[in-house]
């Protein structure tokens, strides 16, 4: 893969909206990550840029994880971990094999609408840690697409 040259002031207005994006997502819960990656996508080619994006991802929930480490119950992290994992692969493999494009693009459509005009409450959700594989087989099922 050829490496690719960005100018100071272009990897300035990418860390710009690394910083935008990722303020948005803590305020709404989601989708500085659909911005960043369109931001992203301005000046880095498609082929380069899901490695990237990913790599940015796994340092900005790595850096909220360090700050809300006393937050943390490590009785739910090994299932949600579990179910994660498992929830990215099949849903990877699916994608890969059964769905062409217009089927990811129409669920981001539809998510990014949903955080728009989602409820300002939610009825909260109690689950024992063990249930926890379930939320994460979701979030990493969804989290791929």
Request: aromatic share 6%; hydrophobic share 55%.
């Given at each position: 893969m050829p490496v690719i040259e960005l100018s100071e002031g272009v990897l300035a207005l990418l860390a710009t909206a690394v910083l935008v994006t990722s303020f948005i997502t803590s305020l709404?819960?989601?989708?500085?990550g659909v911005l960043m990656y369109a931001a992203m996508s301005t000046v880095i080619p498609v082929r380069a840029l899901v490695p990237v994006h990913g790599i940015v991802q796994v340092f900005n929930n790595a850096a909220r994880s360090y700050y809300l480490i006393r937050y943390l119950r490590?009785?739910?992290?090994m299932p949600f971990a579990l179910g994660g994992?498992?929830?990215?692969?099949?849903t990877t493999f699916f994608i890969a094999r059964f769905i062409g494009e217009t089927l990811p693009l129409m669920l981001v459509l539809g998510l990014i609408v949903y955080?728009?005009?989602r409820p300002v409450t939610l009825p909260p959700i109690v689950l024992p840690d063990r249930r926890y594989f379930w939320v994460g087989l979701i979030t990493g099922s969804v989290g791929i697409i």
């Open positions: 709404t819960g989601m989708g500085g490590p009785s739910m992290l994992v498992l929830g990215a692969a099949l955080t728009l005009f």
